[in-house]
């Protein structure tokens, strides 16, 4: 039987350092050219040149807070203009934005809102990239739409950018802003161009969703701890998550939900090495990860409340009692391991120092318990792998590499999917334990 296969098409969404100067652009471009399934572009603004350089994203903040407010602003707004006639001249394109500018400028000075300041970096990098191209360009605008509180329509949003794509072959759609119902502007949280590309991939059912970014992928440790990790070649959504919980970052946190509907894969990329493969990101997956674990990740700065009862287990909604204390004075808590007659409850240190002796009150007087102890300056170590379910031995390596390091285990909780164990340590023990970790799973494991 013969399958008609309908043509591939891939959006493609390039960060902010890759599209930070003509050079970056020029790669790009031939990024773009060189798959001609690649149809949809979706560009952040203007990104860090150098370490010491400005986002435009930035500039424009500070512009708009000056101009809004009455003091000077034409400065920063010629540096902004800098940054793109740098771009457009360096590309010999022949493009004016003088119209646009005088439109910008008048806007802020009658205070048209900070998002719109913000969103104007993707725009006018958007009409760049069309013009470079030869796409059709489609403002944010007119297809990504929220509600008047700021969350985004999805299903509208999804319906017009599928209905408003079906015929235009290629085109250039800027990233992070969408309008609301009144036509003002209003952009996602920072980082938020991934999430456009995402809702952009949802709409046209892609084959593939693209993130260019500058690293080669995740990578399976923090390379502020762990010398050259390796990069993890194909990682599952709730992977992902997990490790983005526990503070990985690559990826805006609800870039993954849009295509996720869909089933559709994200490959993360580098636009300075486009050879190398990067991290694909999927639903599900019968390929093998090559080690046991997919990642490491961690956060410090967790504090524990232990608290004892004796036959505490036989008390119905003792639980439910605890956490009412903290629901009480609105902090969330991250875990909560438990014994027979102990339960700990971890929070963040930071959100529980000011209510600390309310909460040892509170819980006192729900529960009667038999003592009431904090342990603080922890840190919780997610050890995350979908390997780890077929693999008999995991928790044993990791609390053998971990007693080999010297390092004391404060609390073990393994969720129940097996996809991850969550190890506490000392705030001090957090580099070495990751490092312990790495080293039995990657440099040992073949
Ligand atoms: N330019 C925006 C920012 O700097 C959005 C993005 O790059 O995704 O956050």
Same mark, same amino acid.
């Given at each position: ?49 150098? &370490? ?14 000056? %101009? ?23 590309? @010999? ?18 205070? %048209? ?33 929220? @509600? ?22 290629? $085109? ?9 119902? @009144? ?17 952009? $991939?949802?709409?046209?059912? %892609? ?20 010398? &050259? ?190 996809? &991850? ?9 957090? @580099? ?15």
């Amino acid at each position: 039987m013969y399958v008609r296969r309908m043509a591939v098409r891939k959006v493609v969404k390039f960060g902010g350092s890759s599209l930070a100067s003509a050079r970056q652009f020029r790669k790009v471009g031939d990024i773009i050219r060189a798959d001609k399934t690649r149809r949809y572009v979706i560009p952040s603004a203007p990104g860090k040149r150098n &370490n010491k350089d400005t986002k435009v994203t930035d500039l424009l903040y500070e512009c708009y807070e000056a %101009a809004s407010t009455g003091a000077s602003y034409k400065k920063i707004l010629n540096q902004i203009r800098e940054r793109y006639e740098e771009i457009i001249n360096g590309l @010999d394109l022949n493009l004016n934005l003088d119209h646009e500018f005088a439109n910008i400028e008048e806007n802020f000075v009658k205070g %048209a809102g900070r998002d719109y300041a913000a969103s104007r970096g993707e725009y006018l990098n958007g009409i760049v990239m069309a013009e470079y191209l030869g796409f059709e360009f489609i403002d944010a605008a007119e297809v990504i739409f929220f @509600d008047e509180n700021g969350n985004l329509e999805a299903d509208n949003t999804n319906k017009e950018l599928a209905e408003r794509l079906e015929h235009v072959e290629r $085109a250039v759609i800027p990233g992070f802003y969408g309008s609301k119902h @009144d036509g003002t502007i209003k952009t996602f949280s920072r980082g938020g161009s991934d999430v456009t590309g995402s809702i952009v $991939a949802r709409a046209i059912h %892609a084959d593939l969703y693209e993130n260019w970014t500058d690293v080669s992928g995740f990578l399976v440790a923090d390379p502020r701890v762990v010398e &050259n990790p390796e990069i993890i070649e194909t990682i599952t959504y709730k992977e992902l998550r997990e490790l983005a919980y526990m503070g990985a970052s690559v990826l805006h946190e609800d870039a993954i939900f849009p295509v996720r509907k869909e089933g559709i894969p994200i490959n993360i990329r580098n636009t300075n090495k486009p050879d190398d493969k990067g991290t694909l990101i999927v639903e599900s997956t019968c390929r093998k990860p090559r080690y046991t674990i997919t990642g490491i990740a961690g956060k410090k700065g967790f504090c524990a409340i232990n608290i004892e009862k004796a036959m505490m287990n036989s008390e119905v909604g003792f639980g439910r009692k605890v956490l009412g204390v903290f629901e009480k004075f609105g902090i969330s808590f991250e875990h909560m391991p438990s014994g027979i007659d102990t339960m700990t409850i971890m929070v963040h240190q930071s959100e529980f120092e000011e209510y600390e002796q309310s909460v040892i009150a509170g819980i006192h007087r729900a529960v009667e318990p038999d003592g009431v102890e904090l342990e603080s300056d922890l840190a919780l170590i997610a050890v995350v792998g979908r390997g780890m379910k077929a693999t008999r031995g995991t928790a044993g390596r990791i609390f053998s590499a971990l007693a080999h390091a010297r390092i004391n285990v404060k609390m073990i909780d393994q969720g129940s999917s097996e996809l &991850n164990i969550i190890i506490g340590v000392k705030n001090n023990d957090f @580099d070495q334990a990751i490092r312990a970790i790495y080293d039995i799973f990657v440099e040992t494991e073949v």
